[in-house]
């Protein structure tokens, strides 16, 4: 045989195999598995297999190397590898099949939760065992995190710089802002802080900002580089770094420091990134920095699903993605897994009115399930009785709380949901209330520990030195401020020299008395394991017994907490198998809103449009769809933001797999202003095939004229007009019938009946309040135990037993 036959055939059979270990893949994800050389896009539509596809491309490299995306074969090979490979899929021919592996340490794989990182490597394992841990499966922040630690001192931080989050942030702006006497309603903390980020994503020092504007005659922006130079300053003074700063100075570290670029372009051989129409300039100039040793970089991402913008983001990156790397090819991931043919086909008719985008058509083989329904509501209270009607029906069927979730363009829409499911009886959780990590006394003890750390973080230091209480005022601590200051160092040292300041004379023994407790805690931390420690923490700095003499509910309830955070170090400590205080701190630093979402708690979930980006639910309620409302009313007129606007609007549609509602109101009250607001739009562009209506019927009001608005059995009912119209299916949640609306029906229940409640089952009432012309009742149910409802609303679900 010669050798041009010889190597086309090795080739041609190295393929098979490879091909048939991912034969579960279908054919575009599988290719985008097997193309493992230069740089690729991968356009992955909503429900498509991202994450399969990663985990298998990860999976390919490890196993098989680049031998699927090369002419290259070994120079060793032999016919009787030729005929092992031919022969068929066996664990020899696999590993005959493998070409140029690649060591687990040399993939980055960088994701933009850490829960998806987290599962990314779960994952990985499962498939791979446990050489998958070496794989850097981070976020980009994380992963700047790990670059830092590693060379700030480069920069002139310390290694254990400490990382500020958004409220430490805000206490630092608020504090430079009253350093500088400026009004805080000319000079929002949060509006200045946007703008420093913004300024930093353009690669802008304080120097160069102030190049810029500093001598501008905008009096704001003269006012913001002021502003800036301090805000650096003091973070660096701290020894820390706020969120953008780790993006920010990673870049600066690499762009400073080209050995440091070097050695991490030598190690990752491959880059691939999640989520990539999510990313800034920055992410965009890490990426590519990362990238520029092998050129191995794959993104995935959806441009249909850029929703980021007000974070910075820029729809440019993955548009832009095939001209900025030169030989790039690009692989559309268009067959959907999650959601049903109605549901595709209206998200797919709605991003179709857009300009700036790629090009894609999401298909399924699920079938065209259940249409969409657009419930017209009379008010939010109608709109929010409707919803928690059918999630009611959903329960009474067997289904399941957690298998619904509603989505609104603001969160001041949740505030009628939350009152109607509190009537109904409905467990919810609101995404995005307040984290865990929030809680003043978890910001406590995190403080704490941070001091440990970092005794030169002033801010952290500030928040403990007086809680409890030890008798050090706020003038005490300004004084002190005021010396660091003047000297040029931190505030833990000056409070730890106290007697040498005619100033703090007073106060020197409770400060010297603070600090030898820090400075006994901080050698602790060299000797203890990391639980041993907090609890050192805890009995050391009287926190926990100050709460135990203060006594009552709300003190009960952070102690709980604070025993609740060592729950947290013990679960980081199994499972990273990392006992290090610097590790958890980060782990806690880096952690998100999202990534608290617990998907096994039984309970309906309320969130923003923005906040369900990468989550599916049965079912789905997009509520509040009108004008002026969603899409805003900021973004009428203006075309880009009517464009990002449509994205959210086919992220919240991608999100249902089942069954998907959508509610508008004829007249809304929000912020206290009652509104008449047309449907939105984006219900307009869905075509008649995908859709059924329910509800007050605001196009017939409008032609009928305003009396008419009476429409019988409408309210709460739900389905009324649409059983009318012969469009109810047996056996689905979507169609399932209402239960008709009866003034009286509540009068039929006293105090000792027997019910049966269509969501949780048989019970007994042993409590009625009486409350206007309503009732608060308690009652035993034989399985969920006692649920305290109004009685209007439950006697819409519920009978008497019989």
């Known amino acids: 045989m010669n050798t041009a036959d010889f190597e086309k055939r090795y080739i041609a059979a190295r393929r098979s195999v490879i091909e048939a270990d991912f034969k579960r893949l279908n054919p575009m994800q599988r290719q985008a598995v097997l193309a493992t050389e230069g740089p690729l896009l991968i356009l992955a539509g909503a429900g498509s297999g991202k994450t399969t596809v990663l985990i298998n491309r990860v999976a390919n490299l490890l196993k098989y190397g680049r031998a699927s995306d090369t002419d290259e074969i070994p120079e060793n090979a032999t016919e009787a590898d030729l005929a092992v490979l031919e022969a068929g899929p066996s664990p020899e021919a696999q590993r005959i099949a493998a070409y140029g592996r690649v060591e687990p340490w040399r993939i980055i794989a960088i994701t933009f939760t850490n829960k998806a990182a987290d599962e990314l490597k779960t994952r990985l394992e499962g498939m791979l065992g446990p050489e998958a841990n070496d794989i850097w499966a981070r976020t980009f922040h994380s992963a700047c995190v790990r670059i830092l630690r590693r060379d700030a001192d480069r920069l002139g931080y310390p290694r254990d710089f400490t990382i500020y989050d958004t409220a430490d942030r805000l206490s630092v702006m608020r504090s430079i802002l009253r350093e500088l006497d400026l009004d805080d309603k000319v000079y929002p903390p949060k509006s200045v802080l946007a703008r420093l980020d913004a300024a930093r994503d353009e690669l802008l020092s304080p120097e160069l900002f102030a190049g ?41 570290l690499f762009r400073e420091c080209p050995d440091v670029l070097e050695h991490y372009q030598r190690q990752f051989k491959y880059v691939l990134i999640d989520e990539y129409q999510d990313t800034n300039n920055l992410q965009y100039l890490l990426a590519s920095m990362l990238a520029g040793g092998w050129g191995n970089i794959c993104v995935v991402g959806d441009d249909d699903q850029s929703i980021y913008k007000f974070r910075g983001a820029t729809i440019e990156n993955i548009l832009s993605f095939e001209k900025e790397f030169k030989g790039c090819r690009t692989i559309r991931l268009e067959q959907n897994y999650r959601s049903t043919g109605h549901i595709l086909g209206a998200a797919n008719a709605v991003i179709a009115n857009n300009t700036e ?14 249409k969409l329904l657009l419930y017209t509501a009379q008010n939010e209270d109608d709109e929010a009785q409707f919803v928690a009607s059918r999630i009611l029906a959903w329960r009474g069927g067997g289904g399941n709380f957690r298998d619904c979730a509603v989505l609104y363009r603001m969160n001041a829409q949740s505030n009628r949901l939350e009152f109607a499911f509190k009537r109904n009886g409905i467990p919810y959780r609101v995404v995005g209330g307040m984290r865990f990590f929030d809680r003043a006394e978890v910001k406590d003890m995190l403080a704490y520990l941070t001091v440990l750390l970092t005794p030169a973080d002033d801010l952290r230091l500030a928040r403990i030195i007086n809680s409890p209480q030890r008798g050090i005022g706020d003038k005490t601590v300004e004084t002190a401020r005021q010396i660091a200051a003047r000297e040029g160092t931190s505030l833990y040292d000056v409070i730890s020299r106290a007697n040498e300041y005619e100033e703090l004379r007073r106060a020197a023994p409770k400060l010297i008395k603070f600090t030898d407790m820090i400075s006994s805690l901080r050698s602790l931390a060299e000797t203890e394991s990391l639980d041993r420690l907090y609890d050192a923490v805890i009995e050391e700095t009287g926190y926990a017994q100050a709460l135990k003499e203060k006594g009552g509910d709300e003190a009960t309830a952070r102690l709980e907490n604070i025993n609740e955070l060592k729950t947290n170090i013990l679960g980081y400590i199994k499972e990273t198998g990392d006992e290090s205080l610097a590790g ?86 929000i912020f206290g202003r009652t509104t008449m607001n047309l449907p939105s739009r984006f219900v307009e562009e869905i075509p008649a095939e995908h859709l059924d209506r329910a509800g007050f019927d605001l196009r017939r009001q409008n032609s009928a004229g305003a009396g008419s608005a ?40 006293s105090l000792g009946d027997r019910v049966v409640h269509t969501a949780f089952g048989p019970g007994e009432i042993t409590k009625m309040t009486p409350m206007g012309g309503d009732a608060l009742i308690e009652i035993t149910f034989d399985g969920p135990g006692v649920k305290r409802l109004m009685l209007r609303a439950a006697a819409q679900h519920m009978k008497k037993e019989e």
């Open 212 to 252: 810029r504007y500093g001598s501008s005659g905008d009096v704001r922006l003269r006012k913001i580089s002021e502003i800036y130079k301090l805000y650096a300053q003091r973070l660096f003074a701290a020894g820390a770094m706020d969120f953008d700063d780790l993006l920010y100075n990673t870049v600066r």
């Open 357 to 370: 985008r790629k090009g894609k058509t999401l298909w399924t083989n699920a079938g065209d399930g259940d």
């Open 584 to 669: 958890f701190l980060d782990e806690v630093a880096l952690y998100t809103d999202i990534d608290s979402y617990d998907r096994e708690a039984d309970c309906a979930i309320m969130m923003t449009m923005h906040s369900a980006k990468g989550l599916e639910f049965p079912n789905v309620f997009i509520v509040g769809a009108e004008e002026g409302l969603f899409p805003g009313a900021r973004c009428i007129g203006d075309p880009e933001e009517m464009e990002e606007e449509r994205r959210l609007c086919y992220v919240a549609l991608t999100r249902a797999k089942e069954h998907l509602y959508i509610t508008c109101a004829r007249q809304r009250m």
């Open 710 to 749: 009476a429409r019988e059995g409408a309210r709460h009912a739900g389905f009324g007009s649409a059983r009318r119209q012969g469009i109810r299916r047996e056996g689905s949640m979507l169609h399932a019938p209402a239960p008709p609306k009866s003034e009286n029906k509540a009068a039929a229940f």
